[in-house]
């Protein structure tokens, strides 16, 4: 028996392809509204992989969730589209500044072809190819898509239930005196439990249930909020348009997104939250349309109002800021640990790589 803790996108792909595999799996969830943390709270998109390097924990995955979700959601009519994105330089404050950007530019050019991307293309005054996007340079990357990530999940649940999968709500994992006990958030009683394997697929919380594992090294998670505006209206295509991401931190800057519904977005930006449940709009509007407009001249500062934010669960060891996944296998444990982008498409091969170390 394998216990899952988490029921967001990653610890539902586990345990669907869990009991695919054979083995009886249940699900704890600590919320009524499973999902309703990282999973439900992004941008949707399907990265393709082109800012990480190809050693990384992230490249791979990244690369074979693109490959086994594509078909998945042919297969189950699950809502998509590999609508591209373009990455631009931007506005430059200093001629050095937009000197550094076209160096940066070149540079994830350069990894994007040895990771073996397809159809990259660099491209200049990138306005007349995509009307408002601004910027000397821009990267085209045509691999780049979104998914609807409710419909995501509730296939993913559907399938794991058909399957076999128990998930059981308001049930809290947390372990000590050397046992592991659920605590039903409803009525506060505590049970024991017991299994071959326990999986920490709980996000914003996993350090929580690692620490007494990992009693060498420091874990820690630190919530990084990432706030969206809504936009009242999309540009007059759908493709992504992203800033240079930041070299300080594994954020990706504003960018400018859309729904498959029909909404648009600017976001997510990158502050620190004050807890784990910390999902209040900090940043104000003219703030946040300072950075948007360095990408496009599209919008006006009235056509934003205040979105929705994420959380990413942002991992420390020993104090310092740990960039790529962390996958760790101790004694019958298997803890996923800083688990943020690209996440969302790197979950089924992230699930593959647990049914691996559990088989």
């Not at 610890?11 to 499973?34: D, P, Q, R």
């Not at 209040?280 to 006006?300: C, H």
């Amino acid at each position: 028996m394998v216990i899952v803790v988490g029921s967001g996108i990653i610890g539902s792909w586990i345990a669907y392809l869990l009991a695919k595999a054979g083995f009886e799996v249940y699900v704890f969830e600590k919320s009524e509204n499973a999902g309703d943390g990282i999973s439900g709270r992004n941008s949707g998109v399907l990265h393709s992989g082109i800012y990480y390097d190809e050693t990384s924990l992230k490249s791979k995955f990244c690369f074979r969730g693109y490959e086994v979700a594509i078909p998945f959601f042919e297969k189950n009519k699950i809502p998509f589209s590999i609508c591209g994105k373009v990455i631009t330089t931007g506005l430059s404050d200093t001629i050095e500044d937009e000197k550094d950007k076209q160096i940066e530019i070149e540079k994830l050019f350069a990894n994007g072809n040895r990771l073996g991307i397809p159809d990259l293309e660099l491209k200049s005054n990138p306005g007349y190819h995509w009307k408002h996007v601004l910027g000397n340079t821009a990267l085209w990357i045509p691999k780049t898509g979104i998914v609807d990530v409710p419909t995501y999940l509730k296939v993913l649940w559907q399938l794991g239930e058909e399957a076999g999968v128990k998930i059981l709500k308001n049930k809290k994992v947390i372990r000590e005196d050397g046992g592991v006990f659920a605590l039903d958030l409803q009525s506060n009683i505590k049970e024991e439990l017991e299994a071959d394997y326990f999986v920490n697929a709980c996000g914003l919380y996993s350090d929580e249930l690692a620490s007494n594992d990992l009693m060498n090294h420091k874990y820690e998670i630190k919530p990084n909020k990432g706030e969206y505006f809504r936009l009242n209206k999309q540009l007059p295509y759908e493709t992504l348009v992203y800033p240079l991401p930041l070299k300080t931190s594994t954020a990706l800057g504003v960018h400018y997104t859309f729904h498959l519904g029909g909404d648009a977005y600017a976001g997510p930006n990158s502050n620190w939250a004050f807890s784990k449940d910390d999902y209040n709009i900090i940043t104000s509007r003219n703030v946040y349309f300072e950075s948007l407009r360095k990408i496009t001249d599209f919008y006006k500062e009235e056509d934003l109002s205040a979105g929705y934010v994420g959380l990413r669960p942002r991992l420390f060891l020993n104090g310092e800021a740990v960039k790529d996944f962390v996958i760790h296998k101790e004694s019958n444990w298997i803890h996923l640990l800083g688990i943020e982008s690209p996440g969302l498409t790197s979950s089924p091969a992230i699930a593959e790589e647990v049914v691996r170390m559990v088989g």
